[in-house]
């Protein structure tokens, strides 16, 4: 069984206003309801993260605050939330934080992951390694994750290759055409 993974893809990454705005973010918000629209359409889980920290979060030693719980940053765009969507709220930066993941993954029998969303060196990464872990087939789609450090960026998706995953685009997995229209579902 499939699962689409939309990791943290919240408003304080994606638009310049953000607490930790990743540039040019905004621009993969059609691609992301896109590919969130179309899992669900197809039947195949869609599994998205997102960071819900505390005010006194211990990653806010190393970053500025953001996504702090009930404030408007925290929260997923409007356009990537779709009926059937299940929601992972992470206190830290793997997405295996959540103690309810393993369970889910094994309830709903998924063995072939794809993944995309914010920020690529970081949350992506450590999902994308993660999943790989479990022994799971993964794809990342490169075309819809972005980064802070290109160079670290690269280094994440090379480690990755090597580790055993699939790079792929969106229109590879030939989601563009097939797929309703934003505004649509």
Same mark, same amino acid.
């Given at each position: 069984?499939?699962? *689409?993974? #939309?990791? +943290?893809?919240? $408003? #304080?990454?994606?638009?310049?206003?953000?607490?930790?705005? =990743?540039? @040019?973010? &905004?621009?993969?918000?059609?691609?992301?309801?896109? /590919?969130? !629209?179309?899992?669900?359409?197809?039947?195949?889980?869609? $599994?998205?993260?997102?960071?819900?920290?505390?005010? #006194?979060?211990? &990653? *806010?030693?190393?970053?500025?605050?953001?996504?702090?719980? @009930?404030?408007?940053?925290?929260?997923?765009?409007?356009?990537?939330?779709?009926?059937?969507?299940?929601?992972?709220?992470?206190?830290?930066? %793997?997405? *295996?934080?959540?103690? +309810?993941?393993?369970?889910? /993954? +094994?309830?709903?029998? $998924? +063995?072939?992951? !794809?993944?995309?969303? /914010?920020?690529? &060196?970081?949350?992506?990464?450590? =999902?994308?390694?993660?999943?790989?872990?479990?022994?799971?087939?993964?794809?990342?789609? !490169? %075309?819809? $994750?972005?980064?802070?450090?290109?160079?670290?960026?690269?280094?994440?998706?090379?480690?990755?290759?090597?580790?055993? @995953?699939?790079?792929?685009?969106?229109?590879?997995?030939? /989601?563009?055409?097939?797929?309703?229209?934003? @505004?649509?579902?």
């Amino acid at each position: 069984m499939q699962a *689409f993974f #939309d990791i +943290d893809t919240q $408003i #304080d990454f994606l638009y310049p206003a953000g607490a930790l705005y =990743a540039s @040019g973010a &905004e621009k993969l918000i059609p691609a992301i309801r896109t /590919l969130n !629209t179309f899992a669900v359409s197809n039947g195949i889980a869609l $599994i998205s993260t997102t960071c819900a920290h505390t005010e #006194d979060a211990e &990653e *806010f030693k190393v970053w500025p605050p953001h996504c702090i719980v @009930g404030t408007v940053g925290q929260q997923k765009p409007a356009a990537t939330i779709v009926p059937g969507q299940i929601i992972l709220p992470k206190n830290e930066l %793997d997405l *295996f934080s959540n103690p +309810d993941l393993p369970g889910l /993954l +094994d309830r709903l029998n $998924i +063995d072939e992951c !794809t993944v995309y969303g /914010l920020l690529t &060196e970081y949350c992506v990464k450590c =999902a994308i390694m993660g999943l790989l872990k479990t022994g799971r087939k993964v794809r990342l789609v !490169t %075309d819809v $994750i972005t980064h802070l450090s290109p160079e670290a960026a690269q280094q994440v998706i090379e480690e990755f290759k090597a580790a055993g @995953g699939e790079c792929v685009t969106s229109s590879s997995l030939r /989601l563009l055409s097939t797929a309703p229209a934003a @505004g649509s579902a």
